[in-house]
């Protein structure tokens, strides 16, 4: 036993008595039990080593084929009242599915060891870190939860004795079957329930399902906020660091953002970029009255594919040691992982994500992935070569700009500044973007996805957007500027006109001098653009003219977007009935009387 803390306890003791398990493991952090698990895992085939020099301490999964992403029209937000839940979750009465849920999880671990995972959420020692236990039937989520949380001792010593305050996740795979796979959240009672699936987003219990869902509904209750952002840092030649927070839905580009490499022009000048955060940030208003975040991970659990030496290298690098790849391909002749958009050369000698061994370019030319769309590294936080130096601050780092942004083939310019932070509030609010891989389901589909928190609020959207007022009025003048952005603008042919990437730092720049007051700006009925000169297109292959087109707005389909049947913002906001805030629909009319 790692802790004396009498609530962890009983509640082990309880999930002992329902589950059945036929040994018990507590997860306590050292090297030597995590190299003993791995072992275990690959005698069992759950996982695989890869090729130990090329990939010192890496590992291979492959998950059940049904089994390869988030599952959100099986993810439940069970509070006491339907109306807490909202009109964009899942719900039935904590009764009702506890009723469904304990019958299942009876004798789930028969034969099978319960392994029982501290962990902590946020840096040990931090006033806005927290503390969760998660009990599972399988090594794979305790290896891939070593990576990104802190688990172990130290967080029950983050804990301490007494406390209760910590979130109960109940995980087993059971039989995989996709019929009957539950992932519940009960806010009221501080847990997590998971069943049927072994797929990270539905099984890691810290991340979604703690640090957005459940964190979530924590925040509004205590007056912070838990948002799926990424936290990045920008170094300026004299040394000093600006901070910014993206909210952009899965598959969207956070990653990608959090780790960018200052193209040539900025880099010359001594820029750097520094990763707090890639997926998620906890926000809360500090001392001195600004916005602080911390990233409550430890790791990334990053998409595969489109990851190269040339978009994202700091990901690449980050990936060499120590990483868990979940359903990439294998090169057979080397032992190592390849992934569609890697590298020109898929391997001849492959085994694709489902098992089966192929030839890689005639497999590819048939029309097949090799990698699932949707497959993914874990990787150690420390590995990244720009993890910032303030990754495990405790107080975290001050916050100078929110930006949203989405996947959007037209209407969303490059970018904008909202008028002010309520204004702002509604610019998250009417989010849309094309869905991904990231979830199950078609992909490609515009949807609206506010603060790209739509799957991931634990709590009614409408009070969400109160609380985001209320933090608002909070803050006052130390607020962050809100910004949007769109990477994923076409041309006529369908391609990206942006060059995004490394050069999406030329964005931030302009925004980071708008904080500044070092910028102009032009103002729009949307919002506030810069000025197309203003973007710094030094280096690249476009013209001025084509920042221009980036930033046009075009009155027509914006007003398009506002009242499309069923699609539309005003269709989206009827949703909410009264629990709309009243601001927000001030903010539509007046959007509305501007695009007139
Ligand atoms: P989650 O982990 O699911 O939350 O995703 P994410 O938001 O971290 O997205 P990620 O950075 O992994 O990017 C997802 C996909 O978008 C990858 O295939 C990237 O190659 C692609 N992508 C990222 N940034 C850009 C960009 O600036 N332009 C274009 N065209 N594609 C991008
Ligand atoms: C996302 O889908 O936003 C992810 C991956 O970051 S998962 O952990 O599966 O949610
Ligand atoms: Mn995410």
Redesign the pocket.
């Known amino acids: 036993m790692l802790t004396n803390n009498k609530n962890v306890l009983a509640w082990v003791d309880e999930m002992v008595a329902l589950c059945k398990p036929a040994k018990v493991v507590w997860i306590d952090g050292s090297d030597e039990q995590l190299q003993a698990l791995r072992e275990e895992a690959v005698s069992t085939g759950e996982m695989m080593w890869l090729n130990q020099e090329k990939l010192p301490g890496c590992m291979y999964h492959r998950t059940a084929v049904n089994d390869v992403a988030r599952v959100e029209d099986r993810t439940f937000i069970c509070s006491t009242k339907k109306e807490d839940a909202g009109p964009t979750n899942n719900w039935k009465s904590p009764q009702e599915m506890h009723g469904l849920l304990t019958p299942m999880y009876y004798g789930v671990m028969e034969g099978k060891t319960m392994y029982v995972i501290p962990y902590s959420m946020g840096p040990i020692g931090s006033k806005m870190s927290k503390v969760g236990v998660e009990v599972t039937d399988s090594i794979y989520v305790v290896l891939n939860m070593d990576i990104m949380t802190r688990v172990g001792k130290r967080a029950f010593e983050q804990l301490g004795d007494e406390s209760n305050d910590f979130v109960r996740g109940l995980h087993a795979k059971a039989d995989l079957d996709d019929k009957k796979r539950y992932i519940v959240h009960f806010p009221e009672e501080n847990s997590i329930c998971s069943i049927n699936s072994g797929y990270g987003g539905n099984v890691l219990l810290g991340k979604k399902c703690f640090a957005l869902r459940i964190a979530s509904y924590q925040g509004k209750n205590e007056g912070w906020m838990a948002e799926?952002m990424?936290i990045l840092g920008i170094e300026n030649p004299q040394g000093e660091t600006k901070y910014v927070c993206a909210a952009?839905?899965?598959?969207?580009?956070?990653?990608?953002?959090?780790m960018l490499i200052p193209p040539e022009v900025y880099a010359k000048q001594g820029y750097k970029v520094w990763t707090v955060g890639?997926?998620i940030a906890w926000l809360r208003q500090g001392d001195d009255g600004r916005l602080w975040a911390i990233n409550p991970e430890n790791g990334f659990?990053?998409?595969a594919?489109?990851?190269n030496l040339k978009?994202?290298p700091n990901a690449l690098h980050t990936t060499e040691k120590g990483t868990i790849f979940t359903n990439v391909a294998l090169n057979n002749d080397t032992n190592t992982v390849w992934w569609e958009?890697l590298d020109k050369n898929p391997p001849v000698n492959a085994t694709e994500w489902k098992g089966a061994k192929v030839n890689g370019p005639e497999y590819i030319a048939a029309g097949n992935k090799l990698a699932h769309p949707?497959s993914?590294f874990t990787a150690p936080a420390k590995n990244c070569p720009c993890v910032s130096p303030e990754f495990d601050n405790p107080q975290g780092v001050p916050i100078s700009a929110i930006i949203f942004g989405g996947r959007r083939a037209k209407t969303a310019p490059l970018v904008y500044q909202s008028f002010d932070w309520k204004h702002g509030t509604f610019v998250g609010s009417i989010m849309a973007s094309e869905t991904?891989a990231?979830a199950a389901g078609a992909v490609g589909v515009v949807r609206r996805d506010p603060m790209a928190m739509l799957p991931f609020c634990g709590y009614n959207m409408g009070d969400y957007w109160q609380h985001w007022l209320d933090m608002g009025e909070k803050l006052g003048d130390k607020a962050p500027k809100i910004f949007n952005v769109n990477?994923?603008r076409t041309d006529d042919e369908g391609h990206?006109i942006?060059?995004?990437?490394g050069?999406?730092m030329r964005v931030l720049m302009w925004i980071l001098d708008r904080c500044e007051g070092k910028a102009d700006a032009v103002e729009t009925p949307i919002g506030y653009e810069p000025k197309p000169e203003d973007i710094n297109i030094e280096g690249l292959d476009i013209t001025v003219d084509t920042i221009k087109d980036l930033l046009s707005v075009d009155k027509e389909s914006w007003m398009d977007d506002i009242t499309h049947e069923g699609t539309g913002i005003e269709a989206f906001y009827a949703k909410f009935g009264d629990k709309l805030p009243c601001e927000m629909r001030k903010q539509l009319d007046a959007l509305k009387a501007r695009l007139a």
């Open positions: 799926h990424l952009f839905p899965s598959a969207c580009g956070k990653t990608n953002l959090a890639d997926d659990f990053g998409v594919p489109g990851t978009s994202n958009g949707n993914r991904t990231a990477w994923f990206f942006w060059p995004g990437f050069d999406n």
